[in-house]
């Protein structure tokens, strides 16, 4: 009993001394997917931030490959010490793992999940010429012409192909995916009238509803966009707890100390808070996330992990 008293009190101490020290050296965040993007974007808005208020460099390192399994296996097995983290997904831990198969790293088990940083909402959206202004009206619409609707996406396994699939098991109705290679084609084709609806990502949808150029029926968010407060989630629109967002935010490896991983998340929302950061991540769709701390990202993701891991399943989805 001693024995335990008397590690425990070591390990709180060293982990006490570990928040204190750190950072020692420069900080790394990696991105594990091509630089440009809206994950990459964000993770240079947070650095530049950390370090002003860290007083060490904060570098961004690209590490793209496999889904962004590539990055994100790298930072599960760098030293948990909290100077090496990395931008974990919805894809990366809650997509593939299941789409996948065999991703090297346990979502849950080899991270630490500091800080969530974007969420955004999928829009349904569907071409001017559909004969449906509302969810009710496109479900009933799709009941009475089974197989004859079709939805696209930017690829399989994609937040919007999953959303789909849970819009069409929630409904009881069948309709037929069109993965693209990419959203903006698929964007393209749909107001084209090749394809019938998809649910796009907010930030990519946003501009094409207010122009008018495709129609926008429900957020899938449990609660409005601040962006289009007319616009009806799911949820009110009779899909009782339809609830998807895209998001991601800051992981550490598994073991790095408790202080540190509170040190870094208090570091991170104080960055997201800024005028200027906040702006930019509006830009991308993003609201401020009601999530904030990190018991409560961990917990969020294993949520998360399950209810993909079972829409994959159900959808057949297979790596493009």
Same mark, same amino acid.
């Given at each position: ?128 010429? $559909?004969?449906?202004?509302?969810? +009710?009206?496109?479900? #009933? *619409? @799709?009941?009475?012409?089974?197989? %004859?609707?079709? =939805? ?53 949808? $946003?501009?094409?509803?207010?122009? +008018?150029?495709?129609? #926008? *029926? @429900?957020?899938?968010?449990?609660? %409005?966009?601040? =962006? ?93």
């Amino acid at each position: 009993m001693k024995r335990t008293a008397l590690f425990l009190a070591l390990a709180l101490a060293s982990g006490i001394a570990a928040a204190q020290a750190w950072p020692s050296r420069p900080v790394r965040i990696v991105a594990p997917y091509a630089a440009g993007g809206p994950i990459d974007i964000s993770a240079r808005l947070i650095a530049a931030k950390l370090q002003e208020s860290l007083g060490q460099p904060v570098v961004v390192e690209n590490r793209p490959g496999a889904g962004g399994n590539l990055g994100v296996d790298y930072v599960a097995k760098s030293a948990p010490d909290g100077h090496t983290v990395v931008v974990g997904a919805i894809a990366t831990h809650a997509i593939n793992p299941t789409l996948m198969g065999n991703v090297p790293y346990d979502p849950i088990k080899d991270f630490r999940h500091v800080a969530l940083m974007v969420q955004v909402p999928n829009i349904l959206i569907v071409n001017l010429d $559909l004969p449906a202004k509302s969810v +009710g009206e496109l479900v #009933a *619409l @799709a009941k009475s012409r089974p197989g %004859r609707l079709d =939805f696209a996406s930017g690829s399989t396994g994609s937040t919007g192909h999953l959303a789909g699939e849970m819009f069409k098991g929630m409904t009881g109705t069948f309709m037929v995916h069109i993965p693209y290679k990419g959203a903006a084609p698929a964007v393209l084709d749909l107001m084209a009238g090749r394809v019938h609806l998809m649910f796009d990502n907010l930030a990519s949808a $946003l501009g094409n509803v207010r122009s +008018g150029k495709v129609r #926008a *029926l @429900a957020v899938t968010t449990k609660s %409005r966009s601040g =962006f289009l407060p007319e616009l009806p989630t799911l949820d009110e629109s009779g899909l009782k707890g339809f609830d998807m967002t895209t998001w991601w935010g800051i992981m550490a490896p598994g073991r790095t100390p408790q202080p540190v991983v509170e040190r870094l998340n208090a570091e991170i929302l104080k960055a997201m808070a800024a005028p200027d950061v906040r702006e930019r991540l509006r830009a991308m769709g993003s609201e401020q996330p009601a999530i904030r701390t990190p018991e409560q990202f961990t917990a969020f993701v294993a949520a998360e992990q399950k209810t993909y891991a079972e829409l994959v399943k159900r959808s057949g989805a297979k790596p493009d």
